[in-house]
């Protein structure tokens, strides 16, 4: 059985910019939702995708937009990049799409922001 | 004000030395509560969910335990491969009806030999 995915591991990007961070879910989910943890925080909710729609989404700015393909992989996209949006980037997939599921967490991309 | 308070923020035990961390809630329509487990550089992995008052749930030296408005999980005779940052997670439903998946800040569990 395939865990989660993410890539890249790590990114250093400026203000300003904007970045695409990727996600496989595991084998078998067709949920995917998308995490941010800042360094001693839990994890936030940002949102999720299914049927490749958005199904719930947490406090963040339009700015944080999402995709979902055909094969479940998901994609975050973040623009116009902000010093606090230095964290932990999670993705998670579960079997079925709400909270009910328990979400299967990959290793997270680590982005900084200079 | 905080759906979802975790303590203590760090705790300390030597190998053997067994002890319980807390996670509190002020939700209401509660659906259920995650318990989860994080070590350093890595993604959350899934220990338990609870769906009601009463209920537990065991793996190996940790046993999860469900009240109204507050969960525990116990560590027996702990060993420092259990070191790690414990999160819990409520999922309940809004009065607007929307689903809400909320994290407590953890528990920085360290073990030491």
């Known amino acids: 059985e395939t865990g989660v995915t993410q890539s890249p591991t790590h990114l250093i990007k400026t203000r300003g910019q904007q970045v695409t961070l990727r996600c496989s879910s595991q084998?078998?989910?067709?949920?995917v939702s998308w995490y941010q943890q800042a360094l001693g925080q839990g994890p936030q909710f940002i949102f999720q995708?299914?049927?490749?729609?958005?199904?719930g989404r947490g406090n963040f700015p339009p700015r944080f937009s999402g995709l979902q393909f055909p094969n479940y992989s998901s994609e975050l996209n973040v623009n116009a990049l902000e010093l606090d949006d230095s964290a932990l980037y999670l993705c998670a997939s579960s079997l079925a799409p709400g909270a009910t599921q328990p979400q299967h967490f990959g290793d997270g991309t680590r982005l900084s922001i200079l | 004000e905080d759906q979802v308070t975790q303590s203590p923020e760090a705790l300390r035990l030597q190998e053997g030395e067994s002890s319980s961390l807390n996670c509190s809630y002020t939700v209401s329509g509660l659906r259920g509560l995650f318990w989860y487990r994080q070590d350093p550089g890595k993604g959350p992995e899934f220990l338990f969910t609870l769906y009601s008052a009463g209920e537990e749930k065991e793996k190996e030296r940790l046993k999860a335990t469900l009240t109204k408005k507050e969960s525990f999980l116990h560590i027996t005779a702990p060993k420092p491969e259990d070191s790690a940052t414990y999160l819990c997670a409520v999922h309940w439903v809004s009065q607007g009806g929307s689903e809400k998946l909320v994290f407590g800040k953890g528990t920085k569990l360290t073990v030491n030999p």
């Open positions: 084998s078998g989910h067709n949920t």
């Open positions: 995708y299914y049927r490749e729609e958005e199904n």
